[in-house]
């Protein structure tokens, strides 16, 4: 059984720092491409920042130069470093990855972590 366990979420001032981690646990072969996502109530999820297999990266433009999404191979861990953080920025935050398993690619959500920033 695969998981991705997210952790980081938290209330923060406007302006401030905060930094998300989110862990695979299990057993697979291997991970393709890994990714935070946020989403806002009665909006749809939002892709925040992506992070491929050879550490190509890609953000919205909501965040580029903010956000740093990083990714550590021998612990199956991404990061997701979030500085000078906006009202805006409150959001539930999910971690995605495509997990090699059973000779198939499958798609993986976490379960969310709550960002909150208050003016």
């Known amino acids: 059984q695969v998981q991705l366990v997210e952790s980081g979420g938290d209330l923060v001032q406007a302006g401030g720092s905060l930094r998300l981690s989110c862990q695979a646990v299990?057993?697979?072969?291997?991970?393709?491409?890994m990714a935070w996502y946020r989403q806002v109530p009665g909006k749809q999820r939002e892709l925040v920042a992506h992070?491929?297999?050879?550490?190509?990266?890609r953000y919205s433009d909501a965040v580029t130069g903010r956000f740093t999404i990083s990714r550590d191979f021998v612990t199956n861990t991404i990061y997701l470093q979030m500085n000078n953080l906006r009202r805006e920025d409150t959001a539930v935050y999910y971690c995605?990855?495509?997990?090699?398993?059973?000779?198939?690619?499958?798609?993986?959500w976490g379960r969310g972590t709550q960002v909150t920033v208050s003016s």
């Open positions: 995605n990855a495509e997990i090699y398993e059973d000779l198939v690619y499958r798609d993986y």
């Open positions: 992070i491929t297999s050879g550490e190509d990266t």
């Open positions: 299990g057993q697979f072969m291997s991970i393709n491409h």
